[in-house]
């Protein structure tokens, strides 16, 4: 789901959050907007502590991969596949997002890559906790809000 500033449901949701603050995130209605917005799209300010998967990049391929099991377990095919894969990416040919299930089939279960790679984890927003993944919430959105 997407914030929607035409959606009726989405206005109220979006300023009982704030207006009554029932997970005590420390909004205050009378506070400047850029107060309220920063707690809305800053995971550092979500109480709730919930994650989401981040988008799979290269770099974060480097930091899950572990080299001993790539060089003893995975065929030459297979790592010659992960070669392209960061390869394609950096070009921005593909989204390493898009193979993550390829990943996870080609490194064995109990490995430590498919460990990493099914632990990887960031936190998120209350904007992201009550509308989805990387949705933020503009001034507009939220005047439009306050103001219905």
Same mark, same amino acid.
């Given at each position: 789901m997407a914030f929607d500033r035409r959606n009726s449901a989405h206005l109220l949701l979006l300023k009982n959050e704030v207006m009554l603050d029932a997970q005590?995130?420390? /909004?205050?209605? $009378?506070?400047?907007?850029t107060e309220i917005l920063?707690?809305?799209n800053t995971p550092a300010s979500n109480p709730g502590g919930e +994650?989401?998967?981040p988008l799979l990049t290269?770099? %974060?391929?480097? +930091?899950v991969i572990n080299v001993e099991?790539? $060089?003893? %377990?995975?065929?030459?095919s297979d790592r010659n596949w992960i070669g392209w894969l960061m390869d394609a990416s950096i070009a921005r040919i593909v989204r390493?997002? &898009? /193979? @993550?299930? @390829?990943l996870t089939t080609i490194f064995p279960g109990g490995g430590a890559t498919r460990a990493a790679l099914n632990a990887l984890s960031e936190p998120i927003s209350r904007a992201e906790v009550l509308f989805? @993944?990387?949705?933020? %919430?503009?001034?507009? &959105?939220?005047?439009t809000a306050r103001d219905s």
């Open positions: 005590n995130v420390g /909004y205050d209605p $009378n506070a400047s907007d920063s707690l809305l +994650t989401d998967v290269v770099s %974060i391929l480097l +930091t099991e790539m $060089n003893t %377990i995975l065929t030459d390493p997002e &898009d /193979y @993550k299930s @390829k989805g @993944k990387d949705v933020i %919430i503009l001034d507009a &959105d939220w005047h």
